[in-house]
């Protein structure tokens, strides 16, 4: 895989044993090279939490470029440890592969006794490696059981979610998540879909969703399963509910000077991260106040203006870069 991905579901690329290309790598290094280059503390060298692992691509570039890093691991799916592990497994001195959802990155960290950690990394989407694998059901492009699972071991899949919701409940989640301008239109096919038989695989859905959803919408919305299947693999991996939990458990986690960077794929997620960084990166004194109040300062600066995004030989190169958002913070002061 390249590390995280445009999440279309549509058809970007080849194999998941194909070449992996991690978006933005060199700047993802270069932003977190000042707090991976630091001092010993405690008697080790630093600490980054690829929160994203997948197949560990800008782990082992990072790993390679600091001799001195711990990585610690964090991936849902048990398949893409197992091959990261593969991958890293030249420096499996420096590393610890856990299996979790990002959200645990406190748990984690105190259970290693590795905190305060010096970076975290988030590439958030759907992988390569799950895209890929037709049995996974998340492309639209290609026939598959509607899975969508992450980690495929456990929680209900997206079949589950077409055949039991409640239609205003699934309009709700194509609305919120996909940003559905017809969501009640196919919440409502889906009904009547699954009064004559229950929608099992993705051919199905989409067959549906090119009879529900009207044709001149194509001409600027793209393709009509798009929207819908970015909704239920956000819902069927509760990927926003992680996700809002997650970002102040890592920026609690990192010591002074220590660096997050994101890379986000869609809306949703960027406007998360947006609010979260500048909320921590903005003064808590009354703003009718003429001095800083004590302990009030900014926890974080911005380390990027607004969102980056991946240039043109980037894109040309990997084309599942087209859509990421690149934010990053530095933590300044300490817990007030």
């Known amino acids: ?3 995280r991905i445009d999440p279309d579901g549509g058809d970007h690329g080849g194999p998941a044993g194909a070449r992996h290309v991690p978006v933005l790598l060199s700047r993802v290094a270069d932003l977190l090279a000042p707090a991976l280059a630091g001092p010993e503390r405690a008697g080790r060298g630093p600490v980054l939490v690829d929160a994203t692992l997948g197949l560990g691509g800008h782990a082992a570039a990072l ?8 990585l610690v691991g964090l991936d849902r799916d048990p398949d893409a440890l197992a091959l990261a592990g593969r991958r890293l497994v030249a420096h499996a001195d420096r590393t610890h592969l856990v299996h979790a959802v ?3 990155i406190a748990d984690v960290v105190d259970d290693l006794g ?3 950690v010096d970076g975290v990394l988030f590439d958030l989407g759907v992988s390569s490696l799950q895209l890929d694998a037709d049995e996974r059901g998340f492309s639209y492009s290609r026939d598959a059981e509607l899975d969508m699972r992450m980690d495929p071991t456990t929680g209900p899949t997206a079949a589950d979610v077409l055949n039991t919701y409640p239609v205003r409940q699934l309009a709700r989640v194509l609305r919120e998540y996909g940003e559905e301008r017809f969501a009640m239109r196919i919440a409502q096919a889906v009904a009547r879909r699954r009064d004559e038989a229950p929608l099992r695989r993705s051919a199905e859905l989409v067959e549906l969703l090119y ?3 009207p044709a001149g919408s194509r001409r600027t919305g793209g393709h009509p399963a798009k929207r ?3 909704a239920l693999r956000i819902e069927v991996n509760g990927e926003l509910a992680a996700l809002a939990a997650a970002l102040p458990a890592a920026l609690d986690s990192l010591a002074v000077g220590g660096r997050l960077v994101v890379l986000a794929y869609h809306s949703l997620e960027d406007r998360m991260v947006k609010r979260e960084l500048a909320g921590r990166a903005s003064s808590r004194t009354p703003l009718d106040l003429p001095v800083e109040l004590p302990g009030h300062e900014p926890g974080f600066r911005l380390l990027t203006r607004g969102a980056e995004v991946a240039g043109d030989d980037e894109v040309a190169e990997n084309p599942r ?3 990421v958002r690149l934010r990053a913070a530095e933590r300044i002061r300490g817990a007030a």
Request: cysteine-free.
């Open 1 to 3: 895989m390249r590390g």
């Open 63 to 70: 790993l390679a470029r600091h001799p001195r890093l711990t």
């Open 102 to 104: 990002y959200d645990r």
């Open 114 to 116: 590795l905190g305060p």
């Open 211 to 213: 009879a529900a959803v």
């Open 228 to 230: 819908t299947f970015q």
């Open 321 to 323: 870069a087209a859509s």
